[in-house]
């Protein structure tokens, strides 16, 4: 068990004052012979008048000083010792030969005031450190301080009233008062340690720290015969240890720590209100004061400066296949790549999300600015480590110049921010602003406008493009695609609007409709007398992400009436990226009676221990690989390999994109079981599908209806 600083310094005080006592002890009659002459009364009132003032300075620190971090215990503690400062004050002033004393009692009513002062202070340390400390408002002050000296002024009274004071009877009581005293302190110290247990501040160590020294006082003043002896005078001294390091633990405990704690949290704000909390970069609200003052710096010197604002590629993907705590993960590791950019850390800022900016003073011209930008996307180009993992990430970087660009900090903004989602067409680079962006932004807006109003005024179709068996050439099943006819702006291709769908979360609605929509066609063509297709819907990753995902389909497929095993969900490699959610949802799709096949493979996260341990059903050989197999040897290797490892694993192939007689035969060769593409047929209505099952090569029509 490790000791800190301040136990080790409790533990010193305990032995200082053990070995005070002690030599005090062995060398009394000594130090009486020395000190006595030159001591007497004056000594014992200056000690008494130094205890005093030691008090006051309590009370003082409890009512004066620091009031809106006023506490329980400082208040509590203030009143305490302006009783027990005073009662003392009366003790010494009701002394012989002092203006309060009466000649006819003696030191009786001096002796009587010190001892009820001290079952006070015993009695309040012990209270005040037991209860549970609490702010509490400044008018509470006077409720607090008023009973005191009303106590105080009672004490006195009925002390100074009483007509005779019988001495033995005091002798009597000393020694159980003495004992008393010193177990109350006990018990104080006990208290406060035992609460602090967990814990122990240095402000509450000091207090044990005041109680030890207080207790060795009281044990000399045990030794002793009253007033002027040696020992009382000792124990007074230490009396003033005990009051000094009480007065310092006070300070500590009861305005120093809340007057830091305050302090600190007031710094923690400040530093909240102008840095991101997660990655620790200047935010939004930085951001903008800086740009204001580069913008009256430019202005004065004519100079320019650049705004690149960043934004991570598919990190909604990411964040959505691998969790937010990765992604907030991620996002640390971003922001530390960023701020080795610019020699002048505090220029890169987090703006919420997966958005950075850098600002770059007093540029040069356009070059150097462009420079600057492909810098920065060439920073990623070396793989980011989070955790135990390297991923490679890119950006892209929206590059504003001001004046030319913008001449206020909105417009800048509002520019680089256009310039970014432009370079986002492509990924990996950056662009800068061009006023034709504004453009293609508004008709984005209006776009993902027109797309929340779509669903509802039925301007979605499905078109169904066939899987065909490469052996047989016949028909194993389709693919509900999506389509889109917008009233002004016509046919919209999937590329346009499904990104769209992606970002702003409308994917799952649209997503349910499509699955719906599907099941209900495939449902139609076999009550019409058609056999049975496999009908492939594609699910998006946050579809995928849905925990209730299962409930949905199997819902689908119970009010479409649909057999789970002519439904096959294909899903990208995307979701490999958090294999234990994956996993488990595959195994409840699977439950259900779905197929399901990994659609695009080999351009995503394509691992074969995923394939392994993932319940899956067929590979779906991406087109960037097929279009090429008779012309490029590496494609065709791809191809080859990407069949011969399903075989092994008996899981279907199907070759996306075919468009020649020769790529069919490339395939059959290579034992690929299924096709889809150009060369059969392009996605089409579903009446034109019918005639699709019309042209097959066996003819086999429309099957007879079953009469049974």
């Known amino acids: 068990m490790s000791i800190n600083r301040a136990e080790m310094k409790t533990m010193w005080t305990v032995l200082a004052a053990l070995c005070s006592f002690v030599i005090l002890q062995a060398a009394d009659r000594l130090l009486a012979d020395w000190i006595e002459p030159i001591a007497g009364e004056t000594a014992n009132v200056l000690l008494e008048s130094l205890g005093f003032a030691v008090c006051f300075a309590i009370l003082a620190l409890g009512w004066m000083v620091f009031v809106p971090t006023l506490c329980r215990q400082r208040l509590m503690t203030s009143a305490l010792f302006a009783s027990v400062g005073l009662l003392n004050l009366l003790h010494s002033l009701s002394r012989e030969n002092m203006p309060l004393a009466n000649d006819r009692f003696g030191n009786m009513p001096s002796d009587m005031l010190g001892w009820i002062s001290q079952w006070i202070g015993a009695v309040g340390?012990?209270?005040?450190?037991?209860?549970?400390?609490?702010?509490?408002?400044a008018k509470t002050r006077t409720y607090t301080i008023i009973p005191a000296f009303l106590i105080v002024s009672a004490i006195a009274w009925g002390v100074f009233s009483v007509d005779s004071w019988n001495e033995d009877a005091l002798r009597s009581i000393q020694p159980y008062q003495h004992a008393s005293v010193l177990l109350l302190y006990a018990a104080a110290a006990s208290v406060i340690l035992y609460r602090h247990r967990v814990e122990r501040p240095q402000s509450m160590l000091t207090i044990v720290q005041a109680l030890i020294w207080l207790s060795v006082s009281k044990m000399e003043e045990a030794l002793g015969s009253g007033i002027g002896d040696i020992h009382y005078l000792f124990a007074e001294c230490i009396k003033v240890f005990?009051?000094?390091?009480?007065?310092?633990?006070?300070?500590?405990?009861?305005?120093?720590?809340?007057?830091?704690?305050?302090?600190?949290?007031?710094?923690?704000?400040?530093?909240?209100?102008?840095?991101?909390?997660?990655?620790?970069l200047p935010n939004r609200r930085m951001f903008s004061e800086r740009v204001k003052a580069e913008v009256g710096r430019a202005e004065h010197n004519g100079s320019k400066f650049v705004l690149l604002w960043l934004d991570i590629d598919r990190f909604k993907t990411i964040?959505?296949?691998?969790?937010?705590?990765?992604?907030?993960?991620?996002?640390?590791?971003?922001?530390?790549?960023?701020?080795k950019f610019t020699s002048k850390p505090e220029k890169v800022f987090r703006l919420g999300g997966d958005e950075f900016t850098c600002l770059l003073s007093e540029i040069r011209d356009v070059k150097q600015a462009e420079q600057e930008a492909q810098r920065l996307v060439e920073l990623f180009d070396s793989p980011i480590r989070v955790g135990m993992h390297d991923f490679h990430l890119t950006i892209s970087v929206g590059m504003a110049i001001y004046p030319e660009d913008g001449n206020s900090l909105d417009l800048l903004l509002q520019n680089a921010d256009t310039a970014m989602y432009s370079a986002k067409q492509?990924?990996?680079?950056?662009?800068?602003?061009?006023?034709?962006?504004?453009?293609?932004?508004?008709?984005?807006?209006?776009?993902?406008?027109?797309?929340?109003?779509?669903?509802?005024?039925?301007?979605?179709h499905l078109a169904y493009q066939p899987l065909v068996d490469l052996e047989s050439e016949r028909l194993v099943g389709a693919e509900a695609l999506i389509?889109?006819?917008?009233?002004?702006?016509?046919?919209?291709?999937?590329?346009?609007?499904?990104?769209?769908?992606?970002?702003?979360?409308?994917?799952?609605?649209?997503?349910?409709?499509?699955?719906?929509?599907?099941?209900?066609?495939?449902?139609?063509?076999?009550?019409?007398?058609?056999?049975?297709?496999?009908?492939?819907?594609?699910?998006?990753?946050?579809?995928?992400?849905?925990?209730?995902?299962?409930?949905?389909?199997?819902?689908?497929?119970?009010?479409?009436?649909?057999?789970?095993?002519?439904?096959?969900?294909?899903?990208?490699?995307?979701?490999?990226?958090?294999?234990?959610?994956?996993?488990?949802?595959?195994?409840?799709?699977?439950?259900?009676?779905?197929?399901?096949s990994i659609d695009d493979f080999g351009t995503g996260y394509s691992s074969l221990y995923y394939l392994k341990r993932f319940p899956i059903d067929k590979l779906k050989i991406d087109?960037?690989?097929?279009?090429?197999?008779?012309?490029?040897?590496?494609?065709?290797?791809?191809?080859?390999?990407?069949?011969?490892?399903?075989?092994?694993?008996?899981?279907?192939?199907?070759?996306?994109?075919?468009?020649?007689?020769?790529?069919?035969?490339?395939?059959?060769?290579?034992?690929?079981?299924?096709?889809?593409?150009?060369?059969?047929?392009?996605?089409?209505?579903?009446?034109?599908?019918?005639?699709?099952?019309?042209?097959?090569?066996?003819?086999?029509?429309?099957?007879k209806e079953s009469t049974a």
């Open 483 to 596: 389509r889109w006819n917008h009233p002004q702006k016509g046919s919209i291709p999937p590329s346009e609007f499904i990104p769209l769908c992606e970002e702003n979360g409308f994917i799952i609605p649209l997503g349910e409709w499509v699955l719906r929509t599907a099941c209900i066609q495939s449902k139609e063509w076999q009550r019409g007398g058609y056999r049975p297709l496999i009908m492939s819907v594609n699910l998006s990753i946050r579809q995928f992400r849905q925990h209730d995902l299962c409930e949905r389909i199997e819902r689908v497929l119970e009010e479409t009436g649909l057999e789970p095993q002519y439904l096959e969900l294909e899903i990208t490699e995307s979701i490999m990226a958090d294999v234990a959610f994956a996993t488990g949802m595959l195994e409840k799709l699977k439950k259900i009676g779905v197929r399901i």
């Open 623 to 703: 087109r960037s690989f097929v279009s090429d197999i008779l012309t490029d040897r590496n494609d065709a290797a791809i191809v080859s390999g990407i069949s011969a490892m399903a075989r092994n694993l008996n899981l279907t192939v199907t070759a996306e994109g075919v468009e020649s007689e020769g790529q069919v035969v490339f395939l059959r060769e290579q034992r690929c079981q299924e096709a889809q593409g150009y060369f059969f047929s392009r996605p089409v209505p579903p009446d034109q599908f019918i005639a699709l099952f019309e042209a097959e090569s066996d003819c086999p029509g429309r099957q």
């Open 242 to 280: 005990g009051y000094y390091y009480l007065l310092k633990g006070i300070y500590f405990v009861l305005i120093e720590e809340p007057y830091k704690r305050q302090k600190k949290t007031e710094a923690r704000i400040n530093y909240l209100a102008f840095h991101d909390e997660l990655t620790g």
């Open 125 to 137: 340390l012990l209270i005040v450190f037991s209860l549970n400390n609490a702010p509490v408002k």
């Open 319 to 339: 964040n959505d296949s691998m969790g937010h705590s990765f992604g907030d993960q991620l996002l640390v590791a971003v922001a530390e790549r960023i701020s």
């Open 426 to 460: 492509t990924s990996n680079g950056w662009t800068r602003y061009a006023a034709e962006m504004n453009l293609k932004a508004k008709e984005k807006l209006l776009l993902e406008n027109d797309l929340r109003i779509a669903l509802e005024l039925g301007q979605f």
